[in-house]
């Protein structure tokens, strides 16, 4: 089979993983494009609103309105850059990481329970799948596929 062919078969089941996983984001009460910028800022930690919309992939006016919502349900503060007062950081409120890590189990129980039914042959192979692609998203950046 040629890369190609993989890779897109790939890209499919990532995408159709995804529809069916964020079914379970319906329950948070929050946008998907609110949920990833809040994942940002759980994983990656306090960033500016520009940082956020380069990392999202959306113009910063964009970002802007996304981050006063999110603001406005609690889920973020911005504080003042330590060492230039004239930044503002955008950083995940114990609310906010709550409501992701809360999102995030759900998923986790619907994909482990989908799982379930495999023979554990099948999960060594998802598993071995899991940590190629996490490689390969490690080995090569954005700036590497522009």
Not at 62 to 70: H, N
Not at 80 to 105: F, H, I, M, N, P
Request: positive net charge.
């Amino acid at each position: 089979m040629k890369h190609e062919q993989v890779a897109e078969k790939v890209h499919r089941s990532a995408l159709r993983l995804l529809r069916r996983l964020r079914k379970a984001d319906e329950t948070l009460s929050i946008s998907t494009a609110r949920l990833s910028a809040l994942s940002v800022l759980v994983f990656v930690g306090p960033q500016t609103v520009g940082t956020l919309a380069r990392i999202e992939q959306v113009a910063q006016p964009t970002m802007t309105s996304l981050t006063q919502g999110l603001i406005s349900q609690g889920l973020v503060r911005a504080k003042s850059d330590q060492d230039d007062r004239r930044v503002r950081r955008l950083e995940a409120t114990a609310k906010g990481k709550k409501l992701l890590y809360r999102g995030r189990k759900n998923r986790i129980e619907i994909l482990a329970s989908m799982m379930a039914k495999l023979p554990a042959s099948d999960i060594k192979v998802l598993n071995r799948a899991a940590t190629l692609i996490d490689q390969l998203l490690t080995e090569t950046t954005v700036s590497e596929i522009d």
